[in-house]
């Protein structure tokens, strides 16, 4: 594995198996992804209310990166008309089309079926290359799969050792659907823990290096947010070490349903 290694999604397409997260990365976006692009981060993720696109846009055109070669994620809002968001989204990122179009969270009522209709539309006009959920329940997948047969190739969710799910795990590798992994190092919440901080320790890693390899190890994708550019360079450092099967029993032991945001969205 490297940082152009990449997983299959059931349509065929590939994607990266790391990307960069964008929330609150407001300051000097254009310069960050600039520096993140030039680093060897294949992948962006970002939303419609993050405030980062028309950085990214920048950032990517300053980069000089074959667009070919960039995964850009970005997300509707559960009240938009998906179809028309996904157009203003990519107006603001400056791009023709998005690898992937995400519903931000379910709708209060129903699995979300007009917001998916308007990303199907939007796929078949080519303003995107795939479509999928985030902050969705396996029940909210099912139904929704149920109801239009275009499954999702992604759910974005919170997920770090002290917070995730081996049903969703097992439900989305046994539907073809890639577990993303947001928040993966807690928003630096837990990266004192003791057995985190000893498991690092053993391989001159950082806790932060342990917890995003704990995803590439169990076939997720992590999306770390790192502003400052000794974060950037540690986060996509992980392709020299792999964690031994005691030590990612030890990490699967420290859930704890944790979430940043007082609850994860999912069983
Ligand atoms: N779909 C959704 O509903 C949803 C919700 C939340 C997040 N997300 C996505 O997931 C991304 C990541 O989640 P997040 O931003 O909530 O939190 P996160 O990635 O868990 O944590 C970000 C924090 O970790 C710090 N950090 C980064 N690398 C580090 C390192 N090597 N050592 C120590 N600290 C480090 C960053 O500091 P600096 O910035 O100062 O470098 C920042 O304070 C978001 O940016 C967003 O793209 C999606």
Request: with cysteine; proline share 4%.
């Amino acid at each position: 594995m490297n940082p152009q290694s990449t997983v299959t999604l059931h349509t065929g397409n590939k994607m990266p198996v790391v990307g960069l997260g964008t929330w609150q990365l407001t300051k000097d976006t254009a310069g960050t992804v600039e520096a993140a692009l030039k680093l060897g981060y294949r992948m962006i993720d970002t939303s419609g209310d993050y405030g980062t696109q028309p950085g990214i846009g920048e950032g990517i055109k300053r980069s000089g990166s074959d667009r070919g070669h960039i995964d850009v994620v970005t997300k509707v809002e559960e009240t938009d008309d998906a179809y028309e968001a996904t157009r203003k989204d990519l107006n603001e990122l400056q791009l023709d089309y998005a690898d992937l179009m995400l519903i931000h969270r379910p709708p209060e009522q129903g699995a979300g079926e007009d917001l998916w209709r308007g990303l199907m539309r939007a796929k078949r006009e080519g303003l995107t290359r795939d479509i999928g959920v985030s902050n969705y329940t396996v029940e909210l997948i099912e139904s929704l799969t149920k109801a239009i047969e275009e499954k999702p190739v992604v759910n974005q969710i919170e997920w770090s050792p002290f917070g995730y799910s081996e049903n969703m795990l097992q439900y989305c590798k046994a539907n073809n659907i890639v577990v993303q992994a947001y928040s993966p190092l807690t928003r630096t919440r837990r990266l004192d823990d003791d057995i985190l901080t000893e498991i690092a320790r053993r391989y001159g890693k950082t806790p932060a290096q342990v917890l995003i390899r704990w995803n590439l190890q169990r076939g997720t994708v992590p999306l770390p947010k790192a502003n400052q550019r000794k974060h950037l360079k540690e986060d996509l450092d992980l392709f020299d070490f792999e964690i031994s099967r005691a030590d990612m029993a030890l990490l699967n032991e420290l859930n704890e349903r944790y979430s940043s945001l007082g609850e994860l969205p999912y069983n």
